[in-house]
């Protein structure tokens, strides 16, 4: 089965920082490009970054730009994202998608981790 | 950055037919992609590249794109269809979501 499964998530002070992964299973990870997006309760659809597949093109979305760092392990079946400084605002399900090939669509989503950043 | 505006909300009755709309800045020039996200579960890709259909979505769910606008039309709408629709299009190197319409079917 194809399937994105997130883990790192949980509850941290603002000006934290927390480590993000998304293990992949069931397809060629290294044939596809990724993205982060996150979901702030009872609001909408957030991208946050963006790898390709070899690592070599990565972009970021303006509002989090500098607080995050993405990164991926072919090798393990991975894809991290890093955060700094983290905010009250940062607080969201954050979920890992996998690229639709030449498509612009992202057809694979896993189940999403919770951050909380409360002091 | 790059702005997609959806209207919040939309009400169908059963078996009607819903029209879901998404405006962009020259939209019809860029691929949009639709996704469907129930009340606590991740989004699921319904329409991508204007028209296409992934596999397994039923074929009351169609697309359209021209303009400045994409619309997701669902025929024959059933209760199962009430959800959460965002639209989506890649602007250069930016990944733009719409805030998402939430279709009631009453």
């Known amino acids: 089965e194809v399937q994105l499964v997130e883990s790192g998530g949980g509850l941290v002070q603002p000006g934290g920082s927390l480590r993000l992964s998304c293990a992949a299973s069931?397809?060629?990870?290294?044939?596809?490009?990724l993205i982060w997006v996150r979901q702030a309760p009872g609001k909408g659809l957030e991208w946050l970054s963006y790898?390709?597949?070899?690592?070599?093109?990565?972009y970021y979305g303006d509002s989090v730009k500098g607080r995050l760092s993405i990164s991926r392990d072919n090798a393990k079946n991975s894809l991290f994202l890093q955060m700094y400084n983290l905010r009250a605002e940062d607080t969201a399900v954050y979920y890992c998608?996998?690229?639709?090939?030449?498509?612009?669509?992202?057809?694979?989503w896993g189940q999403g981790t919770v951050v909380t950043v409360s002091s | 950055s790059y702005e997609l505006t959806q209207p919040p909300s939309v009400s169908v009755s059963p078996g009607q037919t819903a029209s879901l709309t998404c405006s962009g800045d020259k939209l019809g020039d860029k691929f949009a992609s639709w996704y469907q996200q129930r009340p606590g579960q991740s989004p699921v890709l319904v329409i991508y590249q204007d028209t296409k259909r992934p596999s397994g979505i039923p074929e009351r769910f169609s697309g359209s794109n021209s303009g400045n606008t994409a619309t997701l039309t669902i025929s024959g709408t059933q209760a199962m269809d009430e959800a959460d629709y965002y639209c989506q299009a890649w602007d250069a190197s930016i990944v733009a979501f719409g805030e998402g319409t939430k279709l009631t079917v009453l």
């Open positions: 790898i390709s597949s070899s690592s070599g093109t990565i």
């Open positions: 998608a996998r690229d639709f090939p030449e498509s612009d669509a992202f057809d694979i």
């Open positions: 069931g397809f060629s990870f290294n044939d596809y490009n």
